[in-house]
């Protein structure tokens, strides 16, 4: 994807694209390239529903002084829309020092999360079976999705405390059923397994899987 900037000639020509299937949810894509993008001094903008860049804002000149007058300003691109299997990421960075390494930071981060464990960017399929809502939400009300989608209606509230079953996986989204037998759509990223038993092998699944 090609800045749209409105002033192409200024910018630095793109030299490297990269494009797959990540596990965070565009809301986190977004909030990673910004902290580790967009900082100085490259500048994080905002250009639509689905993307951002980071644009080079200041240079350091040739006696070591930072100047906002940058002749070329390079680079760095990202789209993020979710699908089936999870989030499409289109990351592009421009020629120029500094913008494909910090492209490539991006790419690596959020393509590894996917088997990496130790990151909370992780692909997160748990069993079908008990869950919660994650702490965040707790003492607030989380409508639950008509439809696996974000533009779907949003249906019954629940809270941390409500006693969810989860039925079944599709792309970021989680079918869950409660007591009364409402059912409804939740993030995966919202959700932690709750055992409905404290033994050893229910805090081995909690953590495998939270």
């Known amino acids: ?28 894509v977004f909030a990673v390239m910004e902290q ?3 900082i100085p001094p490259f500048r994080y903008e905002v250009t639509g529903p689905d993307s951002a860049r980071a644009i080079e804002a200041e240079r350091k000149g040739f006696f070591g002084q930072w100047s ?33 390494p910090r492209g490539l930071q991006l790419v690596v981060l959020l393509s590894r999360g996917n088997r990496d464990r130790r990151t909370i960017y992780r692909d997160r399929h748990f069993p079908n079976g008990p869950v919660t809502l994650v702490a965040s939400w707790a003492g607030m009300r989380y409508r639950m999705y008509t439809e696996p989608r974000f533009d779907a209606p949003r249906g019954e509230a629940v809270l941390t405390a409500t006693r969810l079953f989860s039925l079944g996986h599709h792309g970021a989204f989680v079918q869950v059923r ?23 092998e229910a805090q081995v699944t909690t953590a495998l899987y939270g």
């Open 36 to 38: 580790m993008v967009g």
């Open 1 to 28: 994807m090609a800045p749209d900037s409105g002033e192409p000639a200024r910018l630095a020509p793109s030299r490297q694209s990269w494009k797959f299937v990540a596990a965070a949810p565009p809301r986190e």
């Open 178 to 200: 409660t007591e009364t037998g409402a059912t409804g759509w939740i993030e995966r990223d919202q959700l932690v397994p709750a055992p409905p038993v404290a033994t050893r």
């Open 68 to 100: 906002k007058r940058v002749r070329r300003p390079r680079w760095v691109t990202c789209t993020a829309r979710l699908i089936e299997t999870g989030t499409e990421v289109a990351v592009e960075a421009s020629k120029g020092k500094g913008a494909v």
